[in-house]
């Protein structure tokens, strides 16, 4: 049972999963459900964060290879999409961008975009941003944010950028949404 007034926490949140090109593979708004759940999770998580972060991240990582092999075999996400959002939620709970998460709690459009790629080690890495806009995001306005988010990896970690990331110029011309 939620406490009064929780109903409203991050009302108006939403998640997107997007290739490190900006393909948007998966979107959806955050349920209430999954919000009770990243509440929950961390608190439970705070003394053994790390072990708990291993296991989120193996989901999360999980969740994310199969929306892209559902994609590339041009099959339907929908039957798959709550699995998916709840392993990327459970992601989110454990690590350090639940304090900037918890932060924005109280404010309308909030936006999760999990940015994930092939690294040349063939491993799958995802990274997690979050913009504030008070409607969902156009496709344009995610693929900024895997633009801006590919831009920062190739100066703080190049070694796991895909092979094929060249640097492309910033939709919109802009760094705001």
């Not at 990327?88 to 459009?109: F, I, P």
């Not at 190739?154 to 060249?166: D, E, K, M, R, Y």
């Amino acid at each position: 049972m939620l406490h009064p007034g929780t109903d409203k926490i991050l009302s108006n949140t939403y998640l997107y999963g997007a290739t490190w090109d900006g393909v948007v593979l998966l979107q959806g708004r955050l349920t209430t459900g999954l919000v009770f759940n990243i509440a929950r999770k961390e608190k439970d998580g705070r003394k053994d964060r790390e072990k708990y972060l291993a296991k989120a991240k193996y989901r999360a990582v999980g969740g994310f290879e199969l929306a892209m092999q559902i994609v590339k075999a041009q099959g339907d996400l929908k039957s798959s999409a709550p699995l998916i959002f709840s392993a990327w939620a459970d992601y989110v709970a454990h690590t350090k961008k639940y304090y900037q998460l918890n932060e924005y709690r109280h404010t309308e459009g909030v936006h999760i975009v999990f940015v994930g790629w092939y690294g040349p080690d063939g491993a799958i890495h995802l990274e997690t941003e979050m913009a504030l806009h008070d409607r969902a995001l156009t496709s344009d306005q995610v693929g900024h944010v895997c633009h801006c988010t590919m831009s920062t990896i190739s100066c703080t970690n190049p070694a796991i950028l895909p092979q094929a990331w060249i640097s492309l110029p910033s939709p919109g011309g802009s760094t705001t949404l």
